[in-house]
């Protein structure tokens, strides 16, 4: 090994040439850095954190930001439908809509990549704004939807969406 650069093998810390990847005494890995040489890890550390800190906005903003459907009630008495959301505070929002603008009901039907069912029913209003009044993802809310139009007078439209892995193709 005269005038060839060598290196200590860090395992058994027998003179090995520069260019090894195995020590020839002790069959050691010689590719691994030691000492104060920057590890190739690193970029790899750096992403994952990056996207965890991501996925851990985006999931706090959709948790906070996020009102839940607590109350539906029709009201023939002032001819209108009264929806109550509550916040992650806590906090109430109301809303009355009267029936003179709303169009119709919708009751849609759908499935999940898995083929797991889904009901929602919405409020279609004459402006064309979709309002969710329910959703379930155990139980066939027809029934439901029925309950809701009756005082109203107002068409009950079912639409069955029909997919093709988790994209949607169609309605029918």
């Known amino acids: 090994m005269a005038g060839e650069p060598t290196k200590n093998c860090p395992h058994c810390h027998a003179e090995v040439p520069h260019f090894a990847i195995k020590c020839k005494h002790c069959f050691g890995d010689l590719t691994t850095r030691t000492g104060g040489e920057p590890r190739r890890g690193v970029w790899g550390w750096v992403v994952l954190l990056v996207v965890m800190t991501l996925v851990g906005g985006v999931t706090l903003a959709s948790v906070f930001g996020t009102r839940t459907l607590a109350q539906v009630s029709v009201m023939e008495s002032s001819q209108s439908v009264v929806l109550v959301w509550t916040g992650y505070d806590g906090q109430a929002t109301t809303r009355r809509v009267p029936f003179g603008d709303i169009a119709k009901v919708e ?21 064309g704004e979709r309002v969710l009044i329910n959703h379930s993802t155990t139980e066939d809310l027809q029934g439901y939807a029925e ?26």
């Open 147 to 172: 309950s809701i139009i009756q005082p109203m007078r107002k068409p009950l439209i079912p639409i069955n969406k029909v997919r093709i892995g988790t994209q949607v193709i169609g309605e029918t």
């Open 107 to 127: 009751l849609v039907t759908d499935a999940d990549f898995f083929g797991q069912p889904s009901w929602e029913v919405f409020l279609v209003t004459q402006a």
